[in-house]
């Protein structure tokens, strides 16, 4: 229901991106007497909705919309920013107004870089895709090409260039108070394709020249050099990640020519990954890194304690996070949850250490009782230790269930501890649940993630198929009660499993999967170069084996498929194709088609439906009880 808070510069009030009929988005905005006014709502059809907003000043809003338009006959994702006031009124587009050709960055409406925190007016630094004008006829016509920074009023929609355009621009970091540090450029091959390196420079302090930072090498979905995210302007340093000891590590570089590097944080066992970013400025205050758990190193002693004395007073939130903060950082939003407790957001007074509840994140969840998730560890084939995630039905004995493997999507992605609507869902209706991590996933280090789930198929797919036997072997399941379900490259890894044990799964689901790899690869030559996409999905000489519709023959059990027609991830033509293939080998198969929908399938009555009919479609085809 509530998918975004943000809190006003003054600390006042606060402004919710909430759920709307079952796929619109809409704003919502607290009043200067405590009330909740809706000003802003998009209905989803046609499908646009808002990803976030937040406040540029104490009265006036700054929110992103993405919606899905058509090119040459295919889907393609779009955003636009607009402003407007508190109270519903004054309502402008951010995104500047070009006069454009048949350009893919027609499509990128520009994003928030700086919210100037030190500027008392309505001003912010925006990311701006300049691209030339064509069929203008004049003079006056826009003729620079690439990404720039302007400064916007927000109010009045003047701009200015403060960054001019480069043709190989692909990045910008200001050091939270208006001041650009650093830049990346991606230069192009000779084919037109952007590079697999990405080159980073610096600015000092009170420097104007740019000079050499680093170099990213990009293979497939790793990366290899110092990688910036933030400039702290205090200490003069850039924070970013790189590789230490083969796992991605925090390091510190120093922006006053010297470029000395330090060392922040690293693990031997998971990748250090994420920045902990609050206030305006965004100030970086911690970083964060997962392993049965995600965790948080805090650099601000202040807001270390503040988060441990949270984590004491709310009861039953084991993760807690500051997603927000006023301009003076005295008013925080803060969003408190776990496995048993979807989250809710509230307002912290710093000053008089008073917390109220601002809205839980799905408030029709409240009183159901929500399943316990256990971090375990299972062997698989080779010996090899694999982490998952087991969901057991509330008040079960754990054994004798029903059982579900749920390979996560990515493939470079990992599950983690916490809600899950998907896993709470069918732990719900009487299943037990395990998400395995398998070889492949990210977050473990180079070796974990290996070729990535693609070229390393077999590894992932003998970890996923592993995760079933352990279920059996423990007893929570029996080998008529298995079923697999995944989403994306989950369901890629639903379909491909059968390649190695056909026998194994009695039901198969797969939500927007992937399922032929030379398609794939004539899905991403639009947008990638020719190495970029066999790093991705390997050799030519891999893609029949690595492709379920391409053996079909050697899938035995039931399988249901689901697809929005506009998914921008995964085209829809996979799961057709899929299904032609199932049906011409003989198998049984449904293919369940969504219109206007998207690889997230963003509609509650259609989740829902969707849910429904999985649990229907697994109970029939494993001879288990109707659901009570």
């Given at each position: 229901m509530v998918r975004d808070v943000s809190v006003s510069p003054d600390g006042q009030r606060v402004a919710l991106v909430v759920a709307t009929g079952t796929r619109g988005t809409g704003l919502v905005v607290s009043t200067p007497d405590g009330q909740l006014k809706s000003i802003l709502n998009y209905p989803g059809t046609p499908p646009i909705r808002l990803s976030s907003c937040a406040w540029s000043t104490s009265t006036r809003l700054v929110c992103t919309l993405f919606g899905i338009v058509d090119r040459a006959g295919d889907p393609a994702g779009m955003t636009?920013?607009?402003?407007?006031?508190?109270?519903?009124?004054?309502?402008?587009?951010?995104?500047?107004?070009?006069?454009?050709?048949?350009?893919?960055?027609?499509?990128?409406?520009?994003?928030?870089?700086?919210?100037?925190?030190?500027?008392?007016?309505?001003?912010?630094?925006?990311?701006?895709?300049?691209?030339?004008?064509?069929?203008?006829?004049?003079?006056?016509?826009?003729?620079?090409?690439?990404?720039?920074?302007?400064?916007?009023?927000?109010?009045?929609?003047?701009?200015?260039?403060?960054?001019?355009?480069?043709?190989?621009?692909?990045?910008?970091?200001?050091?939270?108070h208006g001041v650009t540090r650093v830049m990346a450029t991606q230069p192009r091959l000779s084919s037109g394709y952007f590079g697999d390196e990405m080159v980073y420079k610096y600015r000092r302090a009170d420097g104007k020249e740019w000079e050499p930072l680093s170099t990213v090498k990009f293979t497939g979905y790793l990366s290899d050099g110092f990688w910036p995210y933030a400039v702290d302007r205090d200490l003069n340093v850039a924070y970013g990640f790189d590789n230490a000891d083969g796992r991605k590590a925090l390091y510190k570089v120093a922006l006053d020519g010297s470029l000395k590097r330090d060392l922040v944080l690293a693990r031997p066992d998971v990748d250090v990954d994420g920045l902990v970013r609050i206030g305006r400025q965004q100030r970086v205050v911690g970083v964060s890194y997962a392993t049965d758990r995600r965790h948080v190193s805090y650099f601000d002693p202040k807001i270390s304690a503040l988060v441990a004395s949270l984590g004491k007073a709310v009861s039953g939130s084991p993760s807690i996070a500051v997603t927000d903060a006023s301009l003076d950082e005295k008013k925080l939003v803060v969003f408190a949850g776990s496995d048993l407790?979807?989250?809710?957001?509230?307002?912290?007074?710093?000053?008089?250490?008073?917390?109220?509840?601002i809205a839980p994140a799905r408030p029709d969840l409240a009183g159901v009782k929500l399943a316990a998730v256990k971090a375990i560890t299972y062997r698989a084939g080779d010996g090899t230790m694999v982490p998952a995630y087991l969901t057991l039905p509330p008040g079960s004995d754990g054994k004798n269930l029903p059982a579900i493997v749920m390979p996560h999507g990515g493939p470079s992605a990992r599950d983690e501890w916490g809600f899950d609507w998907l896993s709470q869902f069918?732990?719900?209706?009487?299943?037990?649940?395990?998400?395995?991590?398998?070889?492949?996933?990210?977050?473990?280090?180079?070796?974990?993630?290996?070729?990535?789930?693609?070229?390393?198929?077999?590894?992932?797919?003998?970890?996923?198929?592993?995760?079933?036997?352990?279920?059996?072997?423990?007893?929570?399941?029996?080998?008529?009660?298995?079923?697999?379900?995944?989403?994306?490259?989950?369901?890629?890894?639903?379909?491909?499993?059968?390649?190695?044990?056909?026998?194994?799964?009695?039901?198969?689901?797969?939500?927007?999967?992937?399922?032929?790899?030379?398609?794939?690869?004539?899905?991403?030559?639009?947008?990638?170069?020719?190495?970029?996409?066999?790093?991705?999905?390997?050799?030519?000489?891999?893609?029949?084996?690595?492709?379920?519709?391409?053996?079909?023959?050697?899938?035995?059990?039931?399988?249901?498929?689901?697809?929005g027609d506009r998914d921008l991830n995964v085209a829809i033509g996979q799961s057709q194709l899929m299904a032609s293939k199932l049906r011409g080998a003989g198998r049984p198969v449904e293919l369940i088609e969504y219109k206007g929908l998207d690889h997230q399938l963003d509609d509650s009555a259609v989740r829902a439906a969707m849910l429904d009919r999985i649990d229907q479609f697994l109970r029939t085809t494993m001879k288990l009880p109707a659901n009570p």
């Open positions: 636009r920013m607009i402003a407007i006031d508190a109270d519903g009124s004054n309502a402008k587009e951010l995104s500047a107004r070009q006069k454009l050709g048949e350009l893919y960055e027609r499509y990128y409406g520009g994003g928030i870089l700086d919210w100037l925190p030190d500027d008392t007016g309505s001003h912010v630094l925006m990311l701006r895709q300049f691209v030339p004008e064509q069929g203008t006829g004049t003079l006056v016509a826009q003729t620079r090409e690439g990404l720039g920074i302007e400064r916007v009023d927000t109010v009045s929609l003047k701009r200015t260039t403060v960054e001019g355009p480069r043709a190989t621009g692909a990045d910008y970091i200001t050091d939270g407790n979807p989250g809710s957001y509230y307002l912290l007074d710093q000053p008089t250490k008073k917390m109220a509840e069918f732990a719900a209706r009487g299943y037990a649940v395990i998400q395995p991590n398998y070889r492949g996933s990210s977050g473990y280090g180079e070796r974990w993630f290996k070729g990535n789930g693609f070229r390393s198929w077999k590894a992932a797919m003998g970890d996923v198929n592993d995760a079933g036997r352990w279920l059996v072997s423990e007893g929570i399941t029996t080998p008529d009660k298995l079923a697999i379900v995944g989403w994306s490259y989950g369901g890629y890894a639903a379909l491909q499993s059968s390649m190695l044990d056909p026998d194994l799964f009695k039901a198969i689901t797969a939500i927007a999967p992937v399922t032929d790899l030379e398609r794939l690869r004539n899905e991403l030559k639009n947008s990638s170069s020719d190495q970029q996409v066999k790093d991705i999905i390997g050799a030519e000489s891999l893609w029949a084996e690595a492709s379920p519709a391409q053996n079909a023959g050697r899938i035995k059990a039931p399988v249901l498929l689901f697809h």
